[in-house]
T-cell receptor, first 115, second 111 residues
Framework: NAGVTQTPKFRVLKTGQSMTLLCAQD?????MYWYRQDPGMGLRLIHY???????AKGEVPDGYNVSRLKKQNFLLGLESAAPSQTSVYFC??????????????FGPGTRLTVL | QKEVEQDPGPLSVPEGAIVSLNCTYS??????FMWYRQYSRKGPELLMY????GNKEDGRFTAQVDKSSKYISLFIRDSQPSDSATYLC???????????FGKGTRLHILP
């Protein structure tokens, strides 16, 4: 099992450009999450999904959009990148339900620089 | 007041020392408490998971929760250079809920 994978690993964008980050998991998890991690700010939740076809806003959703068309994939889009979106982006996934430990499995991260 | 407070460090200790990492929180409804470990340029991974108050031990690691004080701790005994990482505390209201993360404490174990 590959676990949680993220594509790409690194990206440099110019202000105003758009891009999509792809997250894939092969653990049949219902829940998926997108976080950004910045120095001194910790992990902040951008958007999350509790199942295929559903998405919800997290703590810092502005400037981002997401889609969960397939259970195993969760896409994060930046329509018009800004320097403030320079960050490390982590995708995570977890099982749903009280039968399971509330453990999130993280991908390796995408380092995004917006010039 | 932020929901979860954690000293960012860095914390440097000599190899073999006992390390104590701490977090405080404001929401008394939190029931599930976790510690994630994050190595440099990697994603976080779950290290310890506890429910409600009390202690949990796993090898050299002990997680402690004091709900009356809204304070959680992670102790590392016989610390090793391989323990050098960022440790994030995390908590949730229930098993089926979002996790709130602390900002993380950077730990350096000096050989």
């Amino acid at each position: 099992n590959a676990g949680v994978t993220q594509t790409p690993k690194f990206r440099v964008l110019k202000t105003g450009q758009s891009m999509t980050l792809l997250c894939a998991q092969d653990m049949n998890h219902e829940y998926m999450y997108w976080y950004r991690q910045d120095p001194g700010m910790g992990l902040r939740l951008i958007h999350y999904s509790v199942g295929e076809g559903t998405t919800a806003k997290g703590e810092v959703p502005d400037g981002y959009n997401v889609s969960r068309l397939k259970k195993q994939n969760f896409l994060l889009g930046l329509e018009s990148a800004a320097p403030s979106q320079t960050s490390v982006y982590f995708c995570a996934s977890s099982f749903r339900g009280t039968l399971f430990k509330n453990e999130q499995f993280f991908g390796p991260g995408t380092r995004l620089t917006v010039l | 007041q932020k929901e979860v407070e954690q000293d960012p460090g860095p914390l440097s200790v000599p190899e073999g020392a006992i390390v104590s990492l701490n977090c405080t929180y404001s929401n008394s409804a939190f029931q599930y408490f976790m510690w994630y470990r994050q190595y440099s340029r990697k994603g976080p991974e779950l290290l310890m998971y506890t429910y409600s108050s009390g202690n949990k031990e796993d090898g050299r690691f002990t997680a402690q929760v004091d709900k009356s004080s809204k304070y959680i701790s992670l102790f590392i005994r016989d610390s090793q250079p391989s323990d050098s990482a960022t440790y994030l505390c995390a908590m949730s209201l229930n098993r089926d809920d979002k996790i709130i993360f602390g900002k993380g404490t950077r730990l350096h174990i000096l050989p």
